[in-house]
């Protein structure tokens, strides 16, 4: 099992009791060190803080000591929240992002483009849906390569 696998396994319970959602595990080579990222979000008003980083950090780094997902090999532990445009994919990411401007990057041109605007206004396990220029459009998730928040000032 990869080291990433293995870590989400590990902390999920405990971060799911403290009220966090592990979002992404990354295990990958950084200024020539490995470095262990955790991503985490929460539905507390203003997101994930500075203190939640450091909170998890504490509560994760004994269990993992302790598991050793890595093998004894040293990595570097890093705590993020997924920042504002995090990439849409899962359910719970549809429902706190319904109604908002998303983009769609697709695999292939769709209507040739790569890339749509659009409203997100339906997610089910196979489609998207999207008002696009006032008309409802289905984009296959399939044929979709990124689905994130479009971030405006």
Known sequence: MAVKDTVAKLVEGKLLEMGYELVEVTYKKEYGNMTLTLFIDCDKEGGVGLDDCELVSRTVDPILDEADPTGGAPYHLNVSSPGLDRPIKTQRDFDKKKGTKVEAL??????G?????????????????????????????????????????
Do not use: M, N
């Open 106 to 111: 697709f695999y292939a041109p769709k209507d």
């Open 113 to 153: 483009t790569k890339r749509v605007e659009g409203i997100l206004v339906g997610w089910s396990e196979q489609q998207v849906e999207l008002e696009v220029k006032g008309k409802t459009k289905q984009y296959d998730k399939k044929d979709i390569a990124v689905l994130r928040p479009v971030i405006e000032f």
